[in-house]
């Protein structure tokens, strides 16, 4: 991994090309940078503006053998079913971050417990990480970003009507672990077209 | 996830708190949005600074039942060793970024195969992913940051000679998961003063 030294360089993820530095204020250009492989942000003061894709970290909260999932009251995919995910915050350890949105957006209270896959969207820049969680308290009601929460047994998913290429990669792993199931799907690297 | 319009917001990573708009060049000041749980980055012109973890991927590359570790010739944890690992890049998919990562520091050529484990470090700001990869070719040499790649059997690691404590975790459930063996450590979900 290259040194980055924190007192002077600005990671960035993914959004539009960023055109100030985040540390002076000062317009960025592309520079390729000493042993490095492609073109960085460079400022005027010698600050780099890392991009970086972002992390979404999520759940599949489930009891007995029933999966809850949630319509989405916003866009993207307003109207389409996710499971319980968001974006991992600085500070948080992913269990801690899919555990909170989970609670955010079924007020299903879980216990994280292992991991169903990691699922990269490499044009939109984002990786997400879902793991399998066991209900343990609270009642799936929607909250400010669902419209419905409820549960889905495994021959019940509702495919045609899934929100992300993700959610649907997460739901076929975890179909295929089921009692019973054999991994009927190819393990999708990514998918071209990603509607997000 | 919360909606996050692409056309005035820019994400963030960890490292310095940023001090100017990326988009615009103004100042940032804290502000908690509307719906939101914590405070976020915003400029005069209300674009949101998003800051969020980053992401390392890694490999553990192994050929007859043993794993290559490189030592580091940079800081941080210069001498020191570790697994080929570092940011992935906007427009990469997990493997592929692992693959790149081993690539650039030990001239092995693997096929990345089997998740060994996801790894926070919330202090840090970072979330390592680290897979089993099976050398398939090259040959095990030095490159721009590290002296010197060997490999390693299950009962050789150099435990008290390691890199960050991302390295140690991601070997022991190697270890772990080698025929024979027992998960004799507790998984940890990340180590309080890690080093790096």
């Given at each position: 991994?290259?040194?980055?030294d924190?007192?002077d360089?600005f990671?960035?993820?993914i ?13 960025v250009e592309e520079?390729?940078?000493e ?5 960085r942000l460079?400022c005027?003061?010698?600050?780099v503006?890392?991009?970086n ?8 909260p ?9 319509r989405?009251?916003i866009?993207?995919a307003?109207?389409?079913?996710g ?6 915050e600085v ?7 899919a555990?909170?949105e989970?609670?955010e ?11 169903v ?7 939109a ?7 399998e ?8 009601e929607?909250?400010a970003?669902t419209?419905?929460v409820r ?11 899934l929100?992300?290429?993700t959610?649907e ?6 179909v295929?672990s089921q ?5 009927t799907f ?9 509607p997000?």
């Open positions: 991994m290259p040194q980055r924190a007192t360089s990671p960035l993820t959004g539009e090309i960023p055109s100030f530095c985040p540390a002076c204020g000062k317009p520079r390729v940078l042993e490095d492989h492609r073109p460079v005027p003061e010698g600050h503006t890392w991009r894709p972002r992390l979404v970290v999520g759940t599949l489930v009891r007995s053998g029933r999966v809850y999932l949630a989405r009251a866009e993207p307003l109207g389409r079913w499971n319980p995910s968001g974006f991992l500070g948080e350890a992913v269990q801690e971050g555990r909170r989970t609670e957006e079924t007020e299903l209270r879980v216990e994280v417990g292992r991991l896959g990691v699922y990269s969207r490499p044009h820049g984002i990786v997400t990480i879902v793991f969680a066991d209900v343990v308290g609270g009642r799936p929607p909250a970003e419209s419905e549960d889905f047994g495994p021959d019940e998913i509702p495919w045609e009507d929100a992300f290429s959610v990669s997460a739901l076929r792993d975890w295929a009692p019973g199931r054999g991994p190819e393990p999708e690297l990514y998918v071209e077209g990603d997000e």
